[in-house]
Every structure is written in C-alpha cells, then in structure tokens.
C-alpha cells in the first residue's frame, strides 16, 4: 500500500524516501484516531481529526506552535516515573504531524499540477511556486468559511478572529513553527523535575 501511494513521489516534491516516511505518520495518525472513535464508541474523533489535520492543517500547526511558544516550551502538571516522556513524544508528534501532512499536501497538489495540459514535470520552480499557491488558496478558503460557519468572525480586521488573520494564515503558520523550532530543540526544564524510579543495579544483576 505504501508502495502504491509513494509512487506519487516520481519525480516529486519530497522524494521517494521522506513522501513514504509522511505517508506512514500519516497512517499512523489515522490508526490513532480510528481507535480513539472505537472506545469512544463514535465518529466525532475521525471527523474532528480528519477536519483539523487534514482540512485545516495550516490553522492546526499554527495554534499547536502559538501554544508551544507562549508556554515557552511543553508543559504538564507533576508526572512521575517514564510518564512524562509519553507526554513530551505526544506533543512533538502532534505539531510534526501537521507540518508533515502539509507537506503532503503540497506533494499531491505538485503531482497534480505536473500532469496538467498546460504543464509539464520538467517546470519544476513554476510547478513547485504554483502549487504552494493553490495550497494557501485553498487553506484560507478552508479556514475563513469554517470559522464563519462556526461563527468564530468577530471583524474584518484588527482583532485574533478576524477575516484577514483567517485569511493569511496559511503563510504565517510557517512563521510560528520557525518560531516554535527553539522551544522544539532546548532541553525541556520540565523534565528535570520529573521523579525517576530508583534502580538498585545490585539487587537486579547478578554477578556469578
């Protein structure tokens, strides 16, 4: 299957490698989501995932980096023993999986734009600048008619909910997550507080 699908990285935007390394965290966060609805015993996890991630991927890594970047840095209430480890890796894969189904995004839209009748694969800038047009196109259509239907519009512009923000969101949730990569990168000065299990090594290994 994953070989069907990065066949889409002929000649690609990310290259066979990193488009099947995408695609399985992709699949992998399907798979998450598909369980949370089975022990949820409902749909709303796999429409509220798929809708955020997929359809609203830009606004998705923008508040995920936003977040990161005003607690300067992942943040939890006191966790003992490995726990908080599970706490960090779930957060670094949540605001990866959004730059990464972005960047699949742009790979399909890439692939679509070179078979077109008036292109051809061989115009790679154009094809690459066009397609992250159509992406930002696209997004901010997605973001603007979402959060007017949710009713989340209080302006025009000016204000965090207004039309122009929704608008140019797309390019500036590329700013926040460069923004974000300090915080992604330090040692988190959480982890030091965390509570480790004491190991006797000589009561678990016995030297004969």
Same mark, same amino acid.
């Given at each position: 299957?994953?070989?069907?699908?990065?066949?889409?990285?002929n000649?690609?935007?990310?290259g066979?490698f990193?488009?099947?390394?995408v695609? #399985?965290?992709i =699949?992998l966060?399907?798979?998450?989501?598909v369980?949370s609805?089975?022990?949820?015993?409902s749909?709303?996890?796999?429409?509220?995932?798929i809708?955020?991630?997929f359809f609203l991927?830009?606004q998705s =890594?923008?508040?995920?980096?936003?977040?990161?970047?005003?607690?300067?840095?992942?943040?939890?209430t006191k966790?003992?023993?490995?726990s908080?480890?599970?706490?960090?890796?779930k957060s670094?894969?949540?605001?990866?999986?959004s730059?990464? #189904?972005?960047?699949?995004?742009?790979?399909i839209?890439?692939?679509?734009?070179?078979? =077109?009748?008036?292109?051809?694969?061989?115009k790679?800038?154009?094809?690459?600048?066009?397609?992250?047009?159509?992406?930002i196109?696209f997004?901010?259509?997605?973001?603007?008619?979402?959060?007017?239907?949710?009713k989340?519009v209080d302006c025009?512009?000016?204000?965090?909910?207004?039309?122009?923000?929704?608008?140019?969101?797309? #390019?500036?949730?590329?700013?926040?997550f460069?923004?974000?990569?300090?915080?992604l990168?330090?040692p988190?000065e959480?982890?030091?507080n #965390?509570t480790?299990?004491?190991?006797?090594?000589?009561q678990?290994?016995?030297?004969?």
């Open positions: 299957m994953i070989k069907n699908l990065s066949s889409i990285g000649k690609s935007l990310l066979d990193f488009t099947k390394i695609i #399985i965290i =699949l966060f399907l798979a998450q989501i369980v609805s089975i022990q949820q015993q749909l709303e996890p796999v429409i509220r995932g809708g955020e991630k991927s830009t =890594l923008s508040i995920e980096a936003n977040t990161l970047i005003n607690n300067k840095g992942i943040t939890f966790i003992s023993d490995f908080a480890l599970f706490v960090v890796g670094l894969l949540s605001i990866f999986e730059f990464l #189904i972005i960047l699949f995004w742009l790979q839209i890439y692939y679509i734009v070179g078979v =077109l009748p008036f292109s051809t694969r061989d790679v800038f154009r094809n690459v600048v066009l397609s992250i047009l159509i992406f196109f997004q901010s259509l997605f973001i603007l008619s979402v959060n007017s239907i949710n989340n025009f512009a000016g204000c965090q909910k207004s039309i122009t923000n929704y608008l140019v969101m797309p #390019i500036k949730c590329f700013i926040d460069s923004k974000s990569i300090p915080y990168l330090k988190i959480n982890l030091t #965390i480790l299990p004491n190991i006797n090594l000589n678990t290994i016995k030297i004969i």
